[in-house]
C-alpha cells in the first residue's frame, strides 16, 4: 500500500514539474488548432478585415513590451521596451480602430447592418 | 498585487476574447461585435500587465502608449481604403521591429523577465527560443518594409532578379542560423546580432524578387510570420497569452497565404523564388495580339445592352479601384436596379491586392454586401446572366486559364464570364494584365468594349441610363 502512494504522490509529483516549455508547446499547438478551425469560418468578404483584426491581436506582444519597460532605472533594455510599447500602440489602435471603420461599411440592401 | 494565478486566469479570459473576436468575422452582421470583443480581450491583457508588482515605470509606458495610440487613431481615420494594403504590411513590420526589441532588451537583461538562471544569464531552452522569435521578427520588420514600399509605389513593383540571388539568400540563411545556433549554445552577444543583422538583409532579399501580382500572399504571409514572431516571444517569457494569440495569426495567416497561392494556382515555393509579374511574359502573350478586331462601342451602346438585359454579373478588378470609380459603379448599379434588371457582383479571390480588398472597396462605396458574391458561390449562374461586365478586370476572366496548357495562368480558376450571353468590358487599352497576357475574349462576337478609364465610363453610363 505505501508503495503505491509513493507512486502516486512521484507521479503527481512529475506532473507539477513538467517542463515549462512542454506546458507553453502544448498550449501553442492547441491554440494554432483552434485559429485554423475559427479562420476557415471567416467569410471571404472578411478577409481584409480580418488582416487587419489579427494585426491588431498580434500587438499582443506589447504584454512583453510592458515587462521590458517595467524597470524604474532607464536603462538600453528598459528604453528599448518603451519603444517596442509605443510600436505595438500604433498597431493596437490603429488596427482595431481600422477594422471597425471597414466594418461600419458593410451594410445589406435594405440599409440595416 | 493580483496573485499570479488571477493573473493567468485574466490571460485566459482575453485570450477567449480574442478567439470570439476572430469568429465574429464569419459574417458581416458578427463582425462588428466581435472586433469590440477583441478591443476588450486586449485592453483586460494590458490591464492586468500593467497591475504587476515589477511593472513601476508607469510614466514613461503611458507616454509610450498614448503616442502610439495618437499616431495609431490618427492613420487609422485618414488611411484611404485603396491603400489598406500597404497600411496592413506596414503594420506587419511594427510587430516584427517591436518583437526584436523585446527579444534585445530579454537578451540584454534576462532578469528582468525571472527567466536568468543562477548565473544571471539566459538559459539554452530561452535562448533557443529568443533566436527563434527574434530572427522571425527581424525577417517580418524588413520584408514588410520592402512590401510596403512596393505596395505604396515607392519602390519598383517590378521583380528585381540577378544571378545567384538564391544561392545567396541560401548562404546568408545558413550564416544566420550558424549564427544562431553558436548563441543558443554559448550565450554570448555577438553572435545574437550578427544574427539578426543577417536576418534583416534577408528580409530585404526575400521580397525584392516578388512582383507585384504576388503581393497578396506576401502580405498574408508576413501577417502570419508577425504571428509567429509574437509566439516565439511569448515562449522566450513563458507567457501564454503571447503564445496563444500568436498562435492564432500565425495560423490565420498561413491559411490566407494558401487561399491566396489556390487562386493565383501558384505554389507558395513559386512565389517566392519570385520573378513572376515582370516583361518576360508579355512577348510571349503578344503573339496572338495582332490585327483581330474588336468591337469597340460608345457608353450609349453598352447602355441599351444594359437596360435591355434581365440579369447582369459586374466583375470588378483592381483596375476600378486604380480609377476610383467604386463610387461612380454604384450610382450605375442602382439606376439599373431601379429599372428592374437584376445586377449583381462577383469577386474573383485577388480581385484586389489583398485577399478580401475588392469587397471593402465595394463597401466603401455603399454597395450592399448581400449583392456581392465569391466566385465559388456565382460561378455558375454566369450561363443565366444575360450581361457580364467586367471593370477594370483581364486575367480572373481569362479562358486560357480553363483550356490553355501552355499559358501561364493555366489551371487558375477563373470567373466563367465568358458563359455569359453579352460580354461588356471596360478597360483602358488592349493592353495586357498584370500576367502579361491576351484574352481571347476581347474579340468574341458578343463582346463589346469600351475603351475608357473605368470612372469615366461608370459616369458616362450613369448619364446614359438616366
Known amino acids: 500500500m505505501t508503495s503505491m502512494a509513493e507512486t502516486i504522490t512521484q507521479t503527481v509529483g ?100 | 498585487m493580483l496573485s499570479i494565478n488571477v493573473v493567468a486566469l485574466a490571460y485566459l479570459i482575453a485570450s477567449v476574447f480574442i478567439i470570439l473576436a476572430l469568429k465574429g468575422l464569419s459574417s458581416p452582421e458578427s463582425a462588428r461585435r466581435g472586433n469590440l470583443l477583441g478591443m476588450v480581450g486586449m485592453a483586460l491583457a494590458i490591464g492586468v500587465t500593467l497591475q504587476l508588482d ?57 532578469e528582468g523577465y525571472g527567466i536568468a538562471d543562477a548565473a ?18 527581424m525577417i517580418t520588420f524588413s520584408a514588410s518594409l520592402i512590401a510596403f514600399g512596393k505596395l505604396q509605389g515607392m519602390i519598383s513593383g ?10 545567396l539568400n541560401l548562404m546568408l540563411g545558413a550564416v544566420m542560423i550558424g549564427a544562431g545556433l553558436f548563441f543558443c549554445s554559448s550565450g ?11 536576418a534583416l538583409v534577408l528580409g530585404v532579399l526575400l521580397i525584392v524578387p516578388i512582383g507585384g501580382a504576388d503581393m497578396p500572399v506576401i502580405v498574408s504571409m508576413l501577417n502570419s510570420y508577425s504571428g509567429w514572431a509574437a509566439a516565439g516571444i511569448g515562449f522566450t517569457l513563458n507567457n501564454t497569452m503571447l503564445i496563444i494569440a500568436g498562435a492564432l495569426v500565425g495560423s490565420s495567416g498561413a491559411i490566407l497565404s494558401y487561399i491566396m497561392c489556390k487562386a493565383m494556382n501558384r505554389s507558395l515555393i513559386h512565389v517566392l523564388l519570385g520573378g513572376f509579374g515582370g516583361d518576360a511574359p508579355a512577348a510571349a502573350g503578344a503573339k496572338s495580339a495582332v490585327d483581330r ?11 441599351f445592352l444594359l437596360k435591355n438585359a434581365r440579369s447582369v454579373l459586374v466583375v470588378p478588378g483592381y483596375g476600378l479601384a486604380v480609377a476610383r470609380a467604386q463610387h461612380a459603379l454604384k450610382e450605375m448599379v442602382d439606376l439599373l436596379l431601379k429599372q428592374g434588371v437584376k445586377v449583381r457582383f462577383a469577386i474573383h479571390p485577388v480581385a484586389g491586392r489583398m485577399p478580401g480588398h475588392m469587397n471593402v472597396l465595394l463597401a466603401e462605396a455603399d454597395v450592399p454586401y448581400d449583392l456581392v458574391h465569391e466566385m465559388d458561390e456565382i460561378n455558375s449562374e454566369f450561363a443565366d446572366t444575360d450581361v457580364a461586365l467586367v ?51 476581347f474579340y468574341r462576337d458578343n463582346t463589346m468594349m469600351i475603351f475608357s478609364d473605368a470612372k469615366k465610363a461608370c459616369e458616362l453610363l450613369v448619364q446614359a441610363l438616366d
Open chain 2, 158 to 167: 517590378r521583380p528585381l532578379v540577378f544571378a545567384g540571388q538564391h544561392p
Open chain 2, 293 to 303: 478586331p474588336v468591337k469597340a462601342g460608345s457608353a450609349e451602346d453598352a447602355a
Open chain 2, 188 to 198: 554570448a552577444g555577438a553572435p545574437f546580432f550578427l544574427m539578426l543583422a543577417i
Open chain 2, 120 to 137: 544571471g544569464g539566459l538559459p539554452v531552452a530561452n535562448r533557443i527560443e529568443l533566436f527563434l522569435g527574434s530572427f522571425i521578427g
Open chain 2, 54 to 110: 515589477e511593472v513601476r515605470n508607469y510614466g514613461w509606458i503611458f507616454a509610450a502608449l498614448a503616442v502610439g495610440g495618437v499616431i495609431g487613431g490618427v492613420v487609422a481615420r485618414r488611411i484611404s481604403m485603396t491603400a489598406m494594403p500597404q497600411l496592413i504590411a506596414f503594420m506587419h513590420s511594427l510587430v516584427g521591429l517591436a518583437a526584436v526589441l523585446i527579444a534585445i532588451s530579454a537578451m540584454l537583461n534576462p
Open chain 1, 14 to 113: 512529475a506532473h507539477a514539474a513538467v517542463d515549462p516549455f512542454i506546458f507553453s508547446f502544448t498550449v501553442f499547438v492547441l491554440a494554432v488548432l483552434v485559429g485554423y478551425h475559427v479562420v476557415w469560418n471567416v467569410t471571404p468578404a472578411l478577409h481584409t478585415p480580418l488582416m487587419s483584426l489579427t494585426n491588431a491581436i498580434s500587438s499582443i506582444i506589447i504584454v512583453g513590451a510592458i515587462l521590458a519597460a517595467a524597470p524604474l532605472d532607464m536603462n538600453t533594455p528598459t528604453v528599448l521596451g518603451l519603444v517596442a510599447v509605443g510600436l505595438a500602440g500604433v498597431n493596437i489602435f490603429g488596427g482595431f480602430l481600422v477594422t471597425r471603420r471597414m466594418l461600419a461599411m458593410f451594410r445589406k440592401r435594405d440599409g440595416g447592418k
Open chain 2, 391 to 441: 471593370i477594370g478586370a483581364n486575367d480572373v476572366t481569362n479562358p486560357a486559364a480553363k483550356t490553355d496548357p501552355t499559358s501561364p495562368i493555366y489551371g487558375m480558376p477563373v470567373l466563367d464570364v465568358d458563359r455569359a450571353q453579352h460580354l461588356l468590358f471596360i478597360k483602358r487599352s488592349l493592353s495586357p494584365g498584370y500576367a502579361g497576357l491576351d484574352n481571347d475574349l
